[in-house]
């Protein structure tokens, strides 16, 4: 497959893992290898730990599945000393993008101030979620 360049960063090839999909790449670590990727999207990461919801987290229906998970997550200290390393570290040509997430515009600047100082990612990706913008005041067309 042919490299694809996107918002100034190129990618090995267009495949990448959608947000969440692979939590921070632990979870397919030994499944299939990481770095044949473009690019993995890791699951939302907000200022604080967050448990995300109580089970049932999914339901499936005819046209195909819902799912509430409640943007579980170790919080941004944690991704930044632990997880960010531990995937960089496997990865030599797969890029990095971070789902940022949280309820306040201030939040969203917090995640991502103190993850920019690490080199190995690529981009962010921000989760505005309807309540998000409710709170913040922020419209959408």
Same mark, same amino acid.
């Given at each position: 497959?042919?490299?694809?360049? +996107?918002?100034? !960063? !190129?990618? $090995?090839?267009?495949?990448?893992?959608?947000?969440?999909?692979?939590?921070? %790449?632990?979870?397919?670590?030994?499944?299939?290898? +990481?770095?044949?990727?473009?690019?993995?999207?890791?699951?939302?990461?907000?200022?604080?730990?967050? $448990?995300?919801?109580?089970?049932?987290?999914?339901?499936?229906?005819?046209? %195909?599945?819902?799912?509430?998970?409640?943007?579980?997550?170790? %919080?941004?200290?944690?991704?930044?000393?632990?997880?960010?390393?531990?995937?960089? $570290?496997?990865? $030599?040509?797969?890029?990095?993008?971070?789902?940022?997430?949280?309820?306040?515009?201030?939040?969203?600047?917090?995640?991502?101030?103190?993850? !920019?100082?690490?080199?190995?990612?690529?981009?962010?990706?921000?989760?505005?979620?309807?309540?998000?913008?409710?709170? !913040? %005041?922020?419209?959408?067309?």
């Amino acid at each position: 497959m042919s490299a694809v360049r +996107l918002f100034g !960063t !190129t990618f $090995q090839n267009p495949i990448l893992l959608a947000a969440g999909t692979a939590g921070f %790449g632990r979870e397919l670590d030994h499944v299939i290898d +990481l770095d044949l990727l473009g690019g993995i999207v890791t699951k939302a990461v907000t200022p604080e730990p967050r $448990q995300g919801h109580a089970p049932l987290r999914v339901a499936e229906f005819r046209g %195909g599945m819902l799912n509430a998970v409640g943007l579980a997550n170790p %919080g941004v200290a944690r991704v930044a000393e632990h997880e960010l390393p531990w995937l960089a $570290q496997r990865l $030599q040509r797969a890029r990095i993008l971070v789902n940022v997430a949280g309820a306040t515009v201030t939040d969203y600047v917090r995640v991502i101030e103190r993850l !920019t100082p690490l080199e190995a990612i690529a981009a962010f990706e921000t989760a505005w979620k309807n309540r998000t913008m409710a709170v !913040t %005041g922020i419209q959408v067309r």
